[in-house]
Antibody, heavy 125, light 103 residues
Framework: EVQLVESGGGLVQPGGSLRLSCAASGFTFSSYWMSWVRQAPGKGLEWVANIKQDGSEKYYVDSVKGRFTISRDNAKNSLYLQMNSLRAEDTAVYYC??????????????????WGQGTLVTVSS | DIQLTQSPSFLSASVGDRVTITCRASQGISSYLAWYQQKPGKAPKLLIYAASTLQSGVPSRFSGSGSGTEFTLTISSLQPEDFATYYCQQLYTFGQGTKLEIK
């Protein structure tokens, strides 16, 4: 059974830092792109970042570029999101998600087939 | 950047109804569209990918269609557990969501 379990959320002051973790199990972690997706309170879903299987490619939404860093440790089956210079607008539930691309389909066809339960990040003084 | 616009944003329906949600893309995206269901306090759940392929384990009352810029998610006969918020997605972009409520 595929499982994704996030941790590391909490209350942090504006300008502070936080590191989120996602522990993966039930599949070959090193074979998949992985992503972080967030959801502000009462709002919709927003993709934040993703990382290639070997960590060689990383992509970010413009609003977090230069502040957030996605990384992974395939030996530990773990995904991370280092969040620096946090702002009030970063307040959200952060989900770890497995990115899936069916064989023969272009990258544009990527979707998210498994999600963690989410971890809440609150940025407030 | 591609934008996805869902309609309606809110939908009120009864158990047994047939409902359709539309997702329009700002430019052609072939069949590269997925649909998710999210219930309050829970993570999103994948329903459909590649516009019309049902994810394993998803009831057959859910179906998807479309290509290019217009896509639809149809629930053929609403069940009590289907009242939730639905999102479309293409790569890094999500629609704003459609909240399906009980009439």
């Amino acid at each position: 059974e595929v499982q994704l379990v996030e941790s590391g959320g909490g209350l942090v002051q504006p300008g502070g830092s936080l590191r989120l973790s996602c522990a993966a199990s039930g599949f070959t972690f090193s074979s998949y792109w992985m992503s972080w997706v967030r959801q502000a309170p009462g709002k919709g879903l927003e993709w934040v970042a993703n990382i290639k299987q070997d960590g060689s490619e990383k992509y970010y939404v413009d609003s977090v570029k230069g502040r957030f860093t996605i990384s992974r440790d395939n030996a530990k089956n773990s995904l991370y999101l280092q969040m620096n210079s946090l702002r009030a607008e970063d307040t959200a539930v952060y989900y770890c998600a497995r990115a899936k691309l069916p064989p023969g389909i272009a990258v544009a066809g990527t979707f998210f087939d498994y999600w963690g339960q989410g971890t809440l990040v609150t940025v407030s003084s | 950047d591609i934008q996805l616009t869902q309609s309606p944003s809110f939908l009120s329906a009864s158990v047994g109804d047939r409902v359709t949600i539309t997702c329009r893309a700002s430019q052609g995206i072939s069949s590269y569209l997925a649909w998710y269901q999210q219930k309050p306090g829970k993570a999103p759940k994948l329903l459909i990918y590649a516009a019309s392929t049902l994810q394993s384990g998803v009831p057959s009352r859910f179906s998807g269609s479309g290509s290019g810029t217009e896509f639809t998610l149809t629930i053929s006969s609403l069940q009590p557990e289907d009242f939730a918020t639905y999102y479309c997605q293409q790569l890094y972009t999500f629609g704003q969501g459609t909240k399906l409520e009980i009439k």
